[in-house]
């Protein structure tokens, strides 16, 4: 495939490309033009025709005719490649023929079976149980037919025996999540008696489906199809497909947790409006809106718990938009932290599925009230401390003055520096020396104890050391950025992965980027080390798969009943059997010098 990239790139006019969403005015060799990624009065981009490159000096976005397009348009690289390969009129033939036919025989298992879903939606006893539940939730039938939604019937091989009508193999239905494998072995729908909702690509094709329990005593009240070479939950974004044009023009994306806080929301005309899928908003996620949106505003409930989530996800979307800033450069105040990610807490005792069906436009009100995270941070944590006393104010910069530490962003800092200056009567002269004391401590050395000198030599940071030094295999490892448990070297490797330059890094990231290349010099060639660190990431899933099943069966310990966590446990165990296997038959050309964690 990497032939194929090249000899589309070579044939496709970039400039033509990049035209269609930009005017591009010529200056010598090259093209200006105002950026498409951030707001600006200057034009900052470039487009080098010869170079087949783009540029935007203002924000740091560069990268190819692919990259503009992944980023642009939401595009996987792959779909980004049959788009240009078309427009080009270049057939793929160095795609393997069998990756090829692999990925459009998924394609075809995922839209047969949201066919069976919808027709047992509207054809089934079954189906009007569904019906009725979503009747209840007020749910009107012409959004059902926008979100697709359908109904899996109480069958344990119902959608089996379809899949296999169809032509499908049990090994092509496996893979596509459709279908699991219990601890006996036998094949069972992985969806049964619930409420479909199918999640799409940005070609609005189902790529993976999550499940709503219809029967009250069924524990799991959501499961979602597993990962497989479609769908990776952590990538995508419930209803981008639908929100994407809205986003663009308005400028702006509402992003929720439910499924179901999405659809409520579009039904009632809050259109630019995405759902995470019940996780917090990961780096991928984010970057499918960075090129739409000038602002993202994370939603929570107004409730103890929901403020309490806020505020743990507040901390967690504050690295994760510093280290988005990261790939910008020396970026702008336009582009820091504080100025584009926003946290809204909705009125006390309101989800937003419940506050947008009942009041919209209270809805929309609590969105314009959002906060940027670091003030709702700051807020929080002035809220838990009595701010008239010395001893409140003491207690609060302990807390605050670390959090203003994690902004890369200096113009950030500055501003909410004076703020904690002007709101406790400390000298800004004296937060500041704090704060350069907070950024500039130095790592934990080889000889230290603790969670970060055990790290020294482990498979994790074996693999994002090679990976440093051989940048392009990244993406083509096995290896997501949740299978490594040491915060600071997953955002390294989510930053390998990109494939995108990074001109400055904060000083934590700087170290430990320089400490890796270091250990990476002298190895072995490019060959011997791809060997070496796929043995490495398998140690990395092994680990991983083996935490996971043990918390999966100790909750399938206290809920007995729950087919959902049995189906998870079952699965995992496949899983795990299947890496240890590709371990033990792994052998590196020079054995690994890394010590298991």
Known sequence: MPGDFDLVKERIDIAAVIGAYVPLKRAGHIYRALCPFHSEKTPSFTVDPDRRTYKCFGCGEGGDVFTFLEKKEGLSPAEALERLAKEAGIEITQWKPEEREEHKRLIAAQE??????????????????????????????????????????????????????????????????????????????????????????????????????????????????????????????????????????????????????????????????????????????????????????????????????????????????????????????????????????????????????????????????AKPVVEFLLDALAGRHRLGTPSGRRDYLREAVPLLALVSDPLTRAVYLDRLARTTGVSQAALEEELRTLRGAPRPGANETGAQGKRKGTPERYVVAQLLRFPDYARRLELSPEDLSDPELRSLFELIRAAERVERYPEALSTLRSELLTEAEGAASYEEVVTAVEQAALRVRERRLRRRLEEARAAMSREPGDTGLALSVAELVGDLARVTEALDRHTSLEPLTVEED
Do not use: W
């Not at 036998?186 to 709503?212: C, E, M, Q, T």
């Not at 952590?234 to 947790?257: C, G, P, Q, Y």
């Open 112 to 369: 047969a079976a949201h066919f069976y879903f919808r027709q047992a939606l509207r054809g089934t006893e079954g189906g009007k149980l569904a019906g009725a539940y979503l009747e209840k939730r007020g749910i009107r039938p012409d959004t059902i037919e926008t979100f697709g939604l359908g109904y899996a019937p109480d069958l344990f091989e119902g959608l089996l025996a379809y899949l296999r009508k169809k032509g499908f193999t049990d090994a092509e239905a496996i893979e596509s999540g459709l279908i699991a494998r219990t601890e006996r072995g036998s094949l069972v729908d992985r969806f049964r008696l619930r409420l479909i909702i199918p999640i799409r690509d940005a070609k609005s094709r189902p790529i993976g489906f999550a499940g709503r329990a219809l029967r009250p005593d069924e524990r799991a009240k959501y499961i979602n199809s597993p990962a497989t070479p479609l769908f990776e939950k952590s990538r995508v974004l419930f209803a981008l497909d639908l929100a994407r044009a809205h986003i663009r023009k308005s400028k702006e994306a509402i992003v929720v947790e439910g499924q179901f806080d999405a659809i409520a929301a579009h039904q009632a005309g809050v259109t630019n409006l995405v759902a995470s899928m019940g996780t917090a908003l990961t780096a991928q996620q984010y970057e499918l809106l960075r090129p739409i949106a000038e602002r993202a505003v994370i939603a929570f409930d107004a409730d103890p718990a929901g403020v309490r989530a806020a505020e743990a996800r507040g901390r967690e979307l504050l690295a994760l938009a510093d280290r988005v800033l990261l790939r910008a450069g020396k970026g702008s105040i336009a582009t820091a932290v504080g100025l584009d990610l926003f946290v809204a807490v909705l009125p006390s005792g309101s989800d937003p599925d419940e506050l947008v069906r009942r009041d919209p436009d209270g809805f929309r009100e609590a969105i314009a009230r």
